[in-house]
């Protein structure tokens, strides 16, 4: 190596630069995305992008099983996109003996085709200890939503176990695992 470079900070540091110039040209750019989870006693909230450019915010009620979701417009800034769905079933859940849910979202670039003709980008998991079963729910949507609103059920993908139930379970989504 040449004396140069061994003695002189600054070379260093233009190299170091330039290499930064060049990398920041070439390297994709990728934007960083959050979600955000809260829960308190018997209800939970969840973010998660319906899109490149919006986000639902998904609200779980644990006494009723009522999954609830919203949208706000990119034109109003005002919620226009309602979604609901009861899981209580699709979970074999007996709203009596306190059932206690976990919910989290995550990204599902789900394909377009029959049965999911405009789907949002992400999914919404409802968990359920007791039984031992997870649900995964998506919702309707297109670009079009943004402009006119929406008002539609979720749409369930799938129910499978994590674990043994804690008693019997009954209820499944059709075509759904067990």
Same mark, same amino acid.
């Given at each position: 190596?040449?004396?140069? %470079?061994?003695r002189n900070p600054l070379v260093w540091l233009f190299i170091g630069v330039i290499a930064g110039l060049v990398l920041s040209g070439v390297w994709p750019e990728t934007p960083l995305r959050a979600v955000a989870t809260d829960r308190i006693d018997t209800f939970a909230v969840a973010t /998660?992008? $319906?899109?490149?450019?919006?986000?639902?915010?998904?609200?779980?009620?644990? #006494?009723?099983?009522? %999954?609830?979701?919203? @949208? %706000?417009?990119?034109?109003? /800034?005002k919620f226009?996109?309602?979604?609901?769905?009861? @899981? %209580?079933?699709? #979970? !074999?859940?007996?709203?009596a003996k306190n059932?206690?849910?976990?919910? @989290?979202?995550?990204?599902?670039? #789900?394909?377009? !085709?029959?049965?999911?003709? /405009?789907?949002?980008?992400?999914? $919404?998991?409802?968990?359920? @200890?007791?039984?031992?079963k997870v649900a995964a729910y998506t919702l309707p949507w297109t670009p079009q939503a943004h402009l006119t609103g929406a008002k539609a059920p979720f749409i369930p993908l799938d129910v499978t176990r994590f674990r043994a139930a804690a008693g019997p379970a009954v209820g499944t989504i059709p075509g759904g695992t067990n």
């Open positions: 190596m040449p004396k140069m %470079l061994k /998660g992008p $319906v899109d490149e450019d919006a986000e639902a915010v998904f609200f779980l009620d644990f #006494l009723t099983g009522d %999954l609830r979701a919203v @949208v %706000l417009s990119r034109n109003t /800034g226009t996109s309602f979604f609901t769905y009861n @899981v %209580l079933q699709d #979970l !074999g859940i007996d709203p059932p206690r849910f976990m919910m @989290v979202t995550g990204m599902a670039n #789900l394909r377009r !085709g029959p049965g999911h003709s /405009g789907v949002a980008r992400c999914a $919404v998991y409802i968990a359920e @200890v007791t039984t031992g």
